[in-house]
């Protein structure tokens, strides 16, 4: 199975802050890569498929970059509605797997 | 709108069989273009796919599940369904029903509508 291991697990941030978290693959996934915002209580939303195309409906403040086995999602200027925990998942080959997830809190 | 609702015991015996359904609304699982799909996230940690099945009943499950796992289809009732055996108490999760698509020409596969999820705890 491909493992995927995100950085940081968890992070402290304010509104307005520019945001990066990092996902790495255990082996090249090409642009197989989607990212997920997950709030308490709530199925998972998805952002980005592609690596960094942007999922209709997402606001563009949020983006997605990377190729083979390093992947970033940037969010420009946090708003108190991204406070929540993203996910990466490859799906460049199954099983389909996620990363343990980045959770972002309040500073 | 397409929206997906879980259903099904939320409590389970060990040993014994979990047993899931996923109605679909808005749209049906019989569409060409779309994939039926189960994960599950245990208390407090991560997301784990389990499988996914088209249609025609064509199904891809998780190895490590494979031995355990049955995923169906039902198109007159516009529902699939997961069932899960043996199980013990590491099979308790929320359990998300999700659509799946390839987008595009380089056919990427991604998880566009989910349910709610539905807690299944596995105790005696």
């Known amino acids: 199975d491909i493992q995927m291991t995100q950085s940081p697990s968890s992070l402290s941030a304010s509104v307005g802050d520019r945001l990066t978290i990092t996902c790495r693959a255990s082996?090249?996934?090409?642009?197989?890569l989607n990212w997920y915002q997950q709030k308490p209580g709530k199925a998972p939303e998805l952002l980005i498929y592609?690596?960094?195309s942007l999922q209709s409906g997402v606001p563009s403040r949020f983006s997605g970059s990377g190729s083979g086995t390093d992947f970033t999602l940037t969010i420009s200027s946090l708003q108190p509605e991204d406070f929540a925990t993203y996910y990466c998942?490859?799906?460049?080959?199954?099983?389909?797997?996620f990363g343990q997830g980045s959770k972002v809190e309040i500073k | 709108q397409v929206q997906l609702q879980e259903s099904g015991p939320g409590l389970v015996k060990p040993s014994e069989t979990l047993s899931l359904s996923c109605t679909v609304s808005?749209?049906?699982?019989?569409?060409?273009?779309?994939?039926w799909t189960w994960i599950r996230q245990p208390p407090g940690k991560g997301l784990d796919w389990i499988g996914f099945?088209?249609?025609?009943?064509?199904?891809t499950y998780n190895p490590s599940l494979k031995t355990r796992v049955t995923i169906s289809v039902d198109t007159s009732k516009n529902q699939f369904s997961l069932k899960l055996s043996s199980v013990t108490a590491a099979d308790t999760a929320v359990y998300y029903c999700?659509?799946?698509?390839?987008?595009?020409?380089?056919?990427?596969?991604?998880?566009?509508?989910w349910g709610q999820g539905t807690l299944v705890t596995v105790s005696s």
């Open positions: 999700a659509r799946m698509y390839y987008h595009g020409s380089a056919s990427y596969p991604l998880f566009d509508y």
């Open positions: 998942q490859q799906s460049y080959v199954t099983p389909w797997t």
């Open positions: 082996q090249s996934i090409s642009d197989y």
């Open positions: 099945i088209y249609h025609s009943g064509s199904t």
């Open positions: 808005g749209g049906s699982v019989s569409s060409a273009s779309h994939y």
């Open positions: 592609a690596a960094s």
